[in-house]
């Protein structure tokens, strides 16, 4: 605010008010507006000594409390003030604490030093600042998020086209970037990656086109679009360390050893212990684990076991009960496994590890349960066949006997249509074991209970896939070049490395959707002036600003305070 002198010419006689400079964004220039009608100045002589003087220390004043956000502002609104075609007065505010982890991480940094490299004219950070913020908040298709931009106080002028040409720079140093988080990640909090978690999982492209690295494979999602398979690698605290992508059709068993034998290489880990489910489990990946001095905590199949280790499961010899019906067994077995030679060949090699089983009544409602849409399709295709081929009867196949497909069309073949029946023995077969679950490990020093808590925290990294295919919508993915694929992964790579740590710095008290939807939901709209009304608060912001210092719980701010906390934000 200023004291403002308006002389007019015709009389001579100078009017004294108080006015707001404002920018106005419809006119894109600066505006002002009336705070106060003080007079005029031959007026006022005869109540002040020295109006100016006066009124310029009131003015200080106001100020003053203005920027201790002390002072009430009076602002006319008129209610036939009208909006303009697209207009949106709809910004969100709660991406300052992602900016703030975003930050603190340096990815500005890692970004602005290896595009001074580069001949490229854009803003790399920027740009990756609005890739990544929205996907978080906002994810969509990479023309809607450049389209929805002004949802955030950045300045993003930058074009669609500069979005595009900056994936293939971040494709470039993708590796380097995620060893800079790793390392960035040590030092801020103490990361232990003396336990590592691995697992896989796949993305599917809306394409019918396959390439080297999209490729029809086994989908987890059951979809028979090409899809590209993603190695992720997790600490302990359920922040992500690094991941990996490999071919559609690459079986998960074979992601492990190159995958692994790039983190040892380039991160430094020292020893660890793997913990992966039964997927991964392979005589080759276990001997390539032993062999480089490492550890395993894997699953292992019941079901495809040996009759000794299937007898060994289910003789109640040896269970120690813990309450509720969960019971766990241990043994120390030198188990056989078969390893592939250098030269193709398969060789037997003996392991000493600790065998842990357990059995939960928990486990065995949640198989009972997951299997009954199985069946009841399985009795309904066979009283039905004609309403299923290939892909429909999925998860129904093996509890059907006498099944046959056209290999053309998938359809069941009219020959044997009527000769379907229930595998019953197949059941039985399966029932038997639900419930109970298999641990190997080479930690046989380490006592069952400690195994089966390490290997637990595998949960965590299966709900980071459930994060980045739901809350993040990382998939389907509309990009075709190679290094626009690879950049695309890497964002969503980022994005959940921030989430995880957002999540970990609040003691996991809230889920990483809690957290998301609650930043989202803080957003606030531009009422006139300078001036913005938000309209959510909760615990979770709450919580969220007590732990990175920043204000969520004020209902009206000003342009130029909610720029000061994002300046903050970027200070590390």
Not at 115 to 124: I, L, P
Not at 318 to 333: A, E
Request: hydrophobic letters at 35%.
């Amino acid at each position: 605010m200023y004291l403002k002198k308006s002389t007019n010419r015709k009389t001579g006689r100078t009017y004294l008010s108080i006015v707001n400079s404002y920018y106005d964004k419809q006119t894109k220039q600066s505006r002002t507006s009336t705070v106060r009608s003080l007079g005029y100045l031959d007026e006022l002589l005869k109540e002040y000594d020295d109006p100016i003087a006066f009124f310029t220390e009131e003015v200080r004043k106001m100020n003053e409390k203005n920027n201790n956000e002390k002072l009430s502002i009076n602002l006319q609104l008129s209610l036939n003030e009208s909006m303009d075609s697209n207009y949106n007065a709809r910004k969100n505010f709660g991406y300052t604490a992602l900016s703030k982890i975003y930050h603190e991480l340096g990815i500005d940094k890692f970004i602005r030093n290896r595009q001074r490299h580069s001949n490229e004219k854009y803003d790399a950070n920027a740009i990756m600042k609005l890739l990544v913020f929205s996907r978080l908040l906002y994810p969509a298709s990479k023309k809607k998020t450049y389209e929805n931009k002004d949802m955030f106080f950045e300045k993003f002028d930058f074009s669609l086209d500069d979005i595009y040409r900056s994936l293939s720079l971040f494709s470039k140093h993708s590796d380097a970037l995620q060893l800079w988080l790793h390392e960035r990640i040590k030092s801020l909090y103490n990361r232990n990656t003396e336990l590592v978690y691995y697992d896989v999982t796949n993305y599917y492209f809306e394409i019918d086109k396959q390439d080297n690295l999209r490729k029809k494979g086994v989908s987890k999602e059951h979809r028979p679009d090409p899809i590209v398979q993603m190695g992720l690698f997790m600490d302990t605290n359920g922040i992500p360390i690094t991941y990996k992508l490999f071919p559609g059709n690459a079986p998960d068993k074979t992601t492990l050893i190159p995958a692994l034998s790039r983190i040892q290489r380039e991160y430094s880990l020292g020893r660890i212990i793997v913990v992966a489910d039964k997927g991964l489990t392979t005589g080759d990946n276990i001997w390539y684990i032993l062999s480089a001095k490492n550890g395993y905590v894997l699953s292992y199949s019941i079901r495809s076991a040996d009759k000794d280790f299937q007898d060994y499961v289910l003789d109640e010899n040896g269970y120690i009960d813990k309450g509720d019906g969960f019971k766990i067994k241990s043994r120390l077995y030198p188990r056989e496994i078969q390893v592939t030679a250098t030269n193709g060949k398969k060789i037997k090699k003996v392991v000493d590890e600790r065998q842990v089983i357990f059995y939960s009544p928990k486990y065995a409602a949640k198989a009972k349960q997951d299997r009954e849409a199985a069946l009841i399709k399985a009795m309904d295709l066979i009283k039905n066949p004609a309403k299923y081929n290939k892909s429909t009867a999925y998860g129904a196949l093996k509890y059907v006997k006498n099944l046959a497909f056209d290999p053309n069309t998938g359809e069941i073949l009219e020959s044997v249509r009527q000769h379907l029946v229930f595998d019953e023995e197949r059941l039985r077969e399966e029932e038997k074991f639900d419930g109970y679950y298999a641990i190997v490990t080479s930690e046989y020093k380490e006592p069952p209970e400690k195994i089966i808590e390490m290997y637990r925290g595998l949960w965590k990294i299966e709900e980071s896939f459930k994060v980045t295919k739901s809350d993040f919508e990382s998939r389907p993915v509309y990009l075709s070049l190679k290094d626009h694929i690879d950049a695309h992964f890497l964002t969503c790579f980022i994005s959940l490395v921030i989430a995880r740590i957002l999540e970990h710095r609040l003691k996991g008290k809230y889920s990483v959707s809690e957290i998301l939807e609650s930043l989202r939901r803080a957003s606030c709209s531009h009422i006139k002036e300078n001036y913005y009304l938000f309209d959510f608060y909760n615990d979770v912001l709450e919580d969220i600003g007590k732990e990175l210092s920043i204000d969520f719980s004020k209902k009206f701010m000003r342009l130029g305070e909610i720029k000061k906390i994002l300046g903050q934000t970027k200070k590390n």
